[in-house]
């Protein structure tokens, strides 16, 4: 009976320590695109705190209205940036990306996701499509994304949390939809 009582504590804890806390982290404003057009932008992350084991977070999506674009930032050892892509994007300057390493955005005094909690997140914003006449473009929309500005955008984060046994992870926020 002893023998039985441990494998039933055995499996049972094993079951049990495979769980976790999964969060979604998001955000959203009202702001002008690159285009100059009014536009609500959602930001957002997931992270997962294991019962064993280390969190895991990121990356960050930014999405907005109208868009055909998703901007992912990702950590590095420098901070949490958006990378530009040749022929996508363009410096303020007008001056093209042209290689894979030009930072076009950057969560402001943030280095790791699994460090950031809710409440306001700072956005730095430093490039703008690569839109020009050889552009597709879909009926409302287009790769613009949200305006290249000198101040960061501030993001009010607001978290949500689940408790899983087999970690399956929140819905993260939708695409806004494009109402012009």
Known sequence: MNKLYCLILIIFSLFFLQGCTNKLYHGEIETLNSNGQESKVVFYWTKTEPIIGSDKAGPGILMTECSTRRLTFSETEDGIYFFGTQGMDKLADQTPVTTQNIHCGKIVNEMKF?????????????????????????????????????QPYAFEIMESSNWSFFGEPLDAPSQPECRQ
């Not at 909690?117 to 613009?144: H, M, W």
């Open 114 to 150: 699994t460090n950031i909690q809710a409440g306001a997140v700072n956005i730095k914003i430093e490039c703008l499509a690569d839109i020009d006449e050889f552009t597709t473009l879909t009926g409302r929309y287009s790769p613009a994304y949200i305006k290249v500005s000198k």
